[in-house]
């Protein structure tokens, strides 16, 4: 499996920070925004921090949370 870059934890962390629940839809709109204007390396990029938040704010974690 291949490790995400920092960037991508650093902005998912962020998002999750600054909207909470809403973080996920951020990041979809965001990476939405950067195709529509063509970008098509930003857009990946933003889906692939859209995955992230949601791995770290939405998906049960496993194991004892200490």
């Known amino acids: 499996m291949r490790r995400?870059?920092?960037s991508i934890d650093r902005a998912a962390w962020?998002?999750?920070r600054?909207?909470?629940d809403e973080s996920a839809?951020?990041?979809?709109?965001?990476s939405e925004c950067c195709r529509c204007h063509g970008d098509a390396l930003s857009a990946s990029e933003w889906k692939a921090v859209?995955?992230?938040?949601i791995e770290l704010?939405?998906?049960p974690s496993c194991g004892p949370s200490h």
């Not at 839809?25 to 965001?30: G, K």
């Not at 859209?50 to 938040?53: D, E, G, Q």
């Open 57 to 59: 704010h939405f998906k």
């Open 25 to 30: 839809i951020e990041a979809y709109r965001r």
């Open 14 to 16: 962020l998002l999750i």
């Open 18 to 20: 600054k909207y909470g």
């Open 50 to 53: 859209l995955l992230k938040v």
């Open 4 to 6: 995400p870059l920092p």
